[in-house]
């Protein structure tokens, strides 16, 4: 589908934010078996309204095609793990959440945080669109609703007696290509002096930091704290804190509330978010106008360190199988000329193929079989959890590479 009007504020969409050219869908892993079967691809264009300032991508898949089979679990990082159980003390703690509450996570995926409330004695809900990935939490005992999160979804589910005192939205801002109607669904669960979390990787830091990996088919929007107050305040909700946390990449974690509820003063955090965004130019085109440049320096700095050690005779393998190591991947052209294979801890995904570069995943155990000489880290954010689970590849002299914000290595 193309959608030409912003899919906030409905203006026309016509500033350039990077053209990462035609991309396979970032989650759309091949079976060994449809090889040499012909591939799907889609323009990976971004564009930035010049009228509220949302990132976004004009030529969207439907959701239904992307989230029917998905293959991302998110218990298999120790790290997100340990992120999740300390935000549900964090909660539990400030909103003083008990037997008698009720929280509940939109895009729970297979329960890898609800648990940790469950374990606490709070009643839990999920809502998840992949029904494969449902399947997952109920066998954890998460309670979970399989449908897409909107305004009809929410009444649902309040009609039911389901509303929330808190409502946890890791990651999935971004995945949603109608914001209003999920934003909405936000105003129609959240009881009235009930909490609404929200984490989403910080278009700052994607900028800064040349980020463009994040951006896949996945990610209908990408988007600044500005952004993000003035979507919810279009629903009657007020974002009262914000937290900037280390989480793909970097991350924040915005706090809402309803406009009528007066108990939640808004923070000094928001007026400073918002002034460090304003001077970093996120409110006039310059400042997203010089991005494509970035991205292209760093495909041919990502480039110039595979051609270099290849002609030096080097062979390199992949840690990681995650979507944005697929964007980068297939914007570079790097594929199994370059990287022999790929790892990866999900047995979802081994013995697929990375979608586009058909890069081979296999599990972890195969680095310590081929002793490469570089272990190319794909889930860069990750890299400190990577680097410690395989530093046994020093043993033969292996090095780790990361690619974002430059090539590293280490």
């Known amino acids: 589908m193309i959608e030409n009007k912003c899919r906030l504020c409905g203006h026309a969409l016509v500033e350039d934010f990077v053209d990462l050219g035609m991309s396979p869908l970032a989650n759309s892993y091949i079976s060994s078996d449809r090889a040499d079967h012909m591939e ?76 940790f409330f469950q374990k606490q004695g709070i009643p839990v809900l999920g809502i998840e669109p992949a029904a494969n990935v449902a399947v997952a939490a109920e066998q954890k005992g998460i309670p979970t609703d399989v449908a897409f999160f909107g305004v009809a979804t929410a009444q649902r589910l309040k009609d039911a007696g389901k509303s929330a005192d808190l409502i946890a939205a890791k990651n999935v801002l971004a995945h949603v290509p109608d914001l209003n109607d999920f934003i909405g669904g936000f105003k129609i669960l959240l009881k009235p002096s009930g909490v609404v979390t929200v ?45 900037e946390i280390p989480t793909h990449g970097g991350s924040l974690r915005i706090y809402g509330r309803h406009a009528e509820d007066r108990s939640k003063p808004v923070t000094s955090a928001v007026e400073r978010m918002r002034a460090r965004e304003q001077q970093a130019g996120l409110n006039g085109l310059a400042a997203y106008r010089q991005f494509a440049d970035q991205v292209a320096d760093t495909k041919c700095t990502v480039l110039e360190f595979f051609i270099t050690a290849k002609r030096a005779g080097k062979r390199i393998a992949g840690y990681g199988a995650p979507a944005k190591g697929n964007t980068l991947l297939n914007y570079c052209g790097i594929r199994t000329d370059m990287i022999g294979f790929t790892v990866d801890r999900s047995p979802h995904k081994q013995g697929t193929l990375l979608p586009g570069t058909h890069i ?19 889930p860069w954010n990750l890299k400190d959890e990577i ?24």
């Open 40 to 115: 799907p691809f889609y323009p990976l264009h971004a564009y930035v309204c010049h009228h509220c300032w949302l990132v976004q991508l004009a030529h969207v898949v439907r959701p239904e095609d992307i989230f029917h089979d998905y293959l991302y679990f998110s218990s298999f990082s120790d790290s997100w793990l340990r992120h999740c159980e300390t935000y549900t003390n964090l909660m539990t703690h400030r909103f003083k959440l008990g037997a008698n509450s009720h929280v509940v996570e939109v895009a729970s995926n297979d329960g890898y945080l609800l648990q």
């Open 199 to 243: 984490e989403f990787p910080h278009l700052l830091r994607l900028m800064n930091e040349n980020q463009f990996d994040t951006i896949y088919h996945e990610h209908f929007s990408y988007l600044s704290f500005s952004v993000a107050e003035r979507a919810f305040s279009r629903h009657g909700m007020i974002l009262f804190d914000v937290d």
């Open 360 to 378: 081979p995943i296999r599990a972890p155990d195969a680095i310590f079989e081929a002793k490469p000489d570089y272990v190319f880290i794909l």
């Open 387 to 410: 680097a410690e689970q395989m530093a046994g590849i020093r043993d033969w002299g292996g090095k780790f590479v990361t690619p974002i914000p430059t090539v590293r290595v280490f």
